[in-house]
């Protein structure tokens, strides 16, 4: 559920769970320290970016669809152009970390994807778990 308690039309809550967020931070800490360790802090510290560009673009989404359903039924074509506008906005950041920080700003990349498996994991596993008492 988002903050105000509302629920989609599907009655599946909004926005990826806090434990996701902090898995995140305790992941890009692990990071930050093993590249540290290893004598390539940049590789953590860029790790820990893609890890903040995944949330930022997850509180977003969850922003925007609030908007986009707030009125009662979305336009789903404005929708999507929001969408693929937040896509694109943070792939190029993304793009800039990678090209401006050869070769280790591909820990970028690796930090967006594992920021997207761990939202995808939270928000799955409940519906499966509700899939399985039905």
């Known amino acids: 559920m988002n903050a105000e308690g ?3 039309p599907l009655m599946v809550p909004v926005g990826t769970p806090r434990r996701v967020f902090v898995i995140a931070l305790v992941l890009g800490g692990a990071g930050l320290a093993i590249g540290s360790l290893l004598g390539h802090p940049a590789v953590g510290g860029l790790f820990l970016v893609g890890l903040f560009l995944g949330a930022l673009n997850n509180v977003m989404t969850v922003r925007s669809i609030l908007k ?5 039924e ?5 929708f999507a ?5 937040r896509l694109g906005y ?8 990678v090209i401006a920080f050869r070769p280790e700003g591909i820990a970028v990349l690796a930090g967006l994807a594992v920021f997207h498996m761990l939202a995808a994991l939270a928000t799955s596993l409940p519906a499966l778990k509700e899939f399985r008492k039905a």
């Open 6 to 8: 509302r629920t989609g």
């Open 74 to 78: 979305p336009d789903r074509k404005k």
């Open 68 to 72: 986009h359903t707030e009125a009662g």
């Open 81 to 85: 152009m929001a969408s693929l506008r």
């Open 90 to 97: 943070i792939s190029l950041i993304a793009v800039v970390f």
